[in-house]
């Protein structure tokens, strides 16, 4: 196998392909990318049982062929290599990388050994590819990292026509998108699948670079199995979480008694501002009244900070506290220039949404449901 190629196209592909890598992989080759080259085309491959990953770019193919080698030592050489195209090759059980005057031989992996890849699902139809990186970032963050839950640790996609709705929580709060897409075929309905939030994440951020994203389902029943997603030359595959979610939607408020809208920026300065003498785990404090929040933390012997900003009340005052870090995600996640906090009781959940201006409607296309913390005394 020979091939040359310039340095930043490959350096992109294998960061791509190589992301997916296990850490600690099951079997030696699983560590290994699959590089082929034929018909002037490079092409890349990973895959660890549970994710697979495919990529292309063009390439001048001189003896086309297919070879193993470690992927993380590979993108740590090709991140590196001076701006020049770059040559590789192999010598028997040995891979020459050359670029300007830098050198490496690598060792291959048996490629003989290595499994094949998943094929593609079909199809079930496309998004933007912003919309959907945009839509998946703001889900992600509510996801649990708790292995021992692992069906919190997923996001749960739900498509009915026209319309897909994520969802994720860890418990403690609960975050749902909702986007229009365009389907392959009228009348799909009721699909439901489990992604594993962080590959989903990491998938949805690099496809954006393409118009739209394909995105494709298999299984015995749609949403069963597998999902993969494809766009901008690349392809991925993840097996699907098991386990049953929770019914999330009973968990949203049916009405609101108090109602209050903050500018985000100057909210978002204060919580950070406020939070930094709260301790590990230690809420942040907010009371709300007519034109005016006041934010506070730490207590008795303790650092204290105390901040006033200004915002909209309709309904009754309230004093409610929550995890500073939860807050922030969720104010960062709603993208909007006024946030609005739906509230019931001190002790019951607030739900969190985006408003373009003050006088403007709340849009609920994305809702953040946020756990109070509980304040002793």
Known sequence: MKFRVERDVLAD????????????PAVPVLAGLLLEAADQRLTLSSFDYEVSARGGVEAEVDEPGRVLVSGRLLADISKSLPNRPVEVSTDGA????????ARFTLPTL?????????????????????????????????????DTLPMLTGVRVEIEGDLVTLAATDRYRLAVRQFHWKPEADGLSSAVALVPAKTLNDTAKSLTQGDSVQIALSGDKIGEGMIGFEG???????????????????????????????????????VKRVSLVAERNTPVRLSFSDGRLVLEAGSGDEAQASEAIEAGLEGEEISIAFNPTFLLEGLSAINSPVAQISFTTSTKPAVMTGKPDVEAEATDEYRYLIMP???SG
């Not at 040995?94 to 005057?101: A, Q, Y």
């Open 13 to 24: 592909a294998v960061a791509w392909t190589a992301r997916s890598l296990p850490a600690r």
């Open 232 to 270: 901008s030359g690349r392809r991925t595959t993840t097996r699907l979480l098991e386990g049953e979610f929770p019914k999330y939607r009973a968990l949203f408020p049916e009405q609101s008694e108090t109602v209050a809208t903050v500018e985000t920026a100057p909210f978002v300065d204060a």
């Open 94 to 101: 040995k891979v020459t990388v050359v670029c300007g005057s």
């Open 110 to 146: 048996p490629v003989e050994d290595y499994p094949a890849l998943p094929e593609m699902p079909t199809a079930a139809g496309a998004v933007e590819g912003d919309v959907f990186a945009a839509a998946v970032a703001q889900v992600a963050i509510a996801a649990g990292r708790d």
């Open 373 to 375: 913390v509980r304040l």
